[in-house]
């Protein structure tokens, strides 16, 4: 049985493996995920028949009774995790931990709306399943790399938002000025401009507002080119950001692989030192 649980350990918790990737079965764990959701968003669709309904339950079940399998499982198999305390601890620490309550919370979103009806909202939750799975891989360290890239430039980037609230702001206050009295519906008020200079600012607009002055179309189109500019900004930065972290990413294993091949040449030169040492030996005369 000990085998067997860490077999299950190691298949089922992604960074046991050897290699580091993920397993062949987590894998198919996050296929199953993305056809549960399909499934479940199929599931809201009034115009399909009832045929069509029956197969989606029929699959809500099936898909519910693998989701509980792998959480019996991965409870079972949390004792194997490394690391002080008896077999019980470590399951409990499992499940109250945040990725065993995501767990807990997918079996009950996929077989919940077998028995309490319609519960759409709650399937949708086994999409973070995937987020969790793939969070908790080989990603991981990129992916903190990455954030602690980004919160490096948080001062950039909030200079780059409290400047787009400012673009926002006055597009939204001249366009009320200039053609408030001539549309009152979107340009009544600052706050009802406030939408027509964010869906211009960020795209091209909706088409459901728009300036009908020659002095509004000219501070529609200024607003519209600064959007350009102001789209830029941040792209940059985070691109940037994503730059530096793949470096760093980079230089580490750099380091790693100098600090490897260190140890290579510290094992080549005991082994070394062994054989000069067994070689004096096998050639010592006899007293």
Request: proline content about 4%.
């Given at each position: 049985?000990?085998g067997?649980?860490?077999?299950?350990y190691?298949?089922?918790?992604?960074?046991?493996?050897?290699?580091?990737?993920?397993?062949?079965l987590n894998?198919?764990l996050?296929?199953?995920?993305?056809?549960?959701?399909?499934?479940?968003?199929?599931?809201?669709?009034?115009?399909?028949s009832?045929?069509t309904?029956?197969?989606?339950?029929?699959?809500?079940?099936?898909?519910?009774?693998?989701?509980l399998?792998e959480?019996?499982?991965?409870v079972?198999?949390?004792?194997e995790?490394?690391?002080?305390g008896s077999?019980?601890?470590?399951?409990?620490?499992?499940?109250?931990?945040?990725?065993?309550?995501?767990?807990?919370?997918?079996?009950?979103?996929?077989?919940a709306?077998?028995?309490a009806?319609?519960a759409?909202?709650?399937?949708?939750?086994r999409?973070?399943r995937v987020?969790?799975?793939?969070?908790?891989?080989?990603?991981?360290?990129a992916?903190?790399?990455v954030?602690?890239?980004?919160?490096?430039r948080g001062?950039?980037?909030?200079v780059?938002?409290?400047l787009?609230?400012?673009f926002?702001?006055?597009?939204?206050?001249?366009?009320?000025?200039?053609?408030?009295?001539?549309q009152?519906?979107?340009?009544?008020?600052?706050?009802?401009?406030?939408w027509?200079?964010?869906?211009?600012?960020?795209?091209?607009?909706?088409?459901?507002?728009y300036?009908i002055?020659?002095?509004g179309?000219?501070?529609g189109g200024?607003?519209?080119?600064?959007?350009?500019?102001?789209?830029?900004?941040?792209t940059?930065?985070i691109?940037?950001?994503?730059?530096?972290?793949?470096?760093e990413?980079?230089d580490?294993k750099?380091?790693?692989?100098?600090e490897?091949?260190?140890?290579?040449?510290?094992?080549?030169e005991n082994?070394?030192?062994k054989?000069?040492?067994?070689?004096?030996?096998?050639?010592?005369?006899?007293?």
């Amino acid at each position: 049985m000990a085998g067997l649980r860490a077999k299950l350990y190691e298949q089922l918790f992604v960074g046991a493996h050897p290699d580091g990737r993920l397993t062949v079965l987590n894998r198919l764990l996050i296929v199953t995920i993305i056809l549960a959701v399909l499934g479940a968003a199929l599931g809201t669709e009034p115009e399909l028949s009832d045929g069509t309904h029956r197969a989606l339950l029929i699959a809500e079940l099936v898909f519910g009774t693998i989701f509980l399998g792998e959480y019996v499982a991965r409870v079972y198999a949390a004792a194997e995790a490394p690391g002080e305390g008896s077999a019980w601890s470590k399951r409990w620490a499992f499940m109250r931990s945040w990725l065993g309550i995501v767990d807990l919370i997918v079996v009950v979103a996929t077989l919940a709306p077998l028995i309490a009806g319609d519960a759409a909202v709650l399937r949708v939750i086994r999409l973070f399943r995937v987020i969790a799975v793939m969070k908790f891989g080989r990603f991981n360290q990129a992916i903190q790399s990455v954030w602690r890239a980004i919160a490096d430039r948080g001062d950039d980037l909030i200079v780059t938002a409290a400047l787009a609230f400012v673009f926002v702001l006055t597009g939204a206050t001249l366009l009320h000025v200039v053609e408030g009295h001539i549309q009152p519906e979107p340009f009544g008020s600052i706050p009802r401009a406030l939408w027509w200079a964010v869906i211009t600012l960020t795209t091209v607009g909706y088409g459901d507002a728009y300036p009908i002055t020659i002095v509004g179309k000219i501070i529609g189109g200024l607003l519209a080119m600064s959007g350009v500019a102001f789209v830029a900004m941040p792209t940059g930065i985070i691109a940037a950001a994503f730059s530096d972290a793949m470096q760093e990413r980079r230089d580490q294993k750099i380091q790693e692989m100098r600090e490897h091949l260190e140890r290579l040449d510290e094992i080549d030169e005991n082994v070394v030192a062994k054989l000069e040492q067994l070689e004096r030996a096998s050639h010592k005369p006899p007293e």
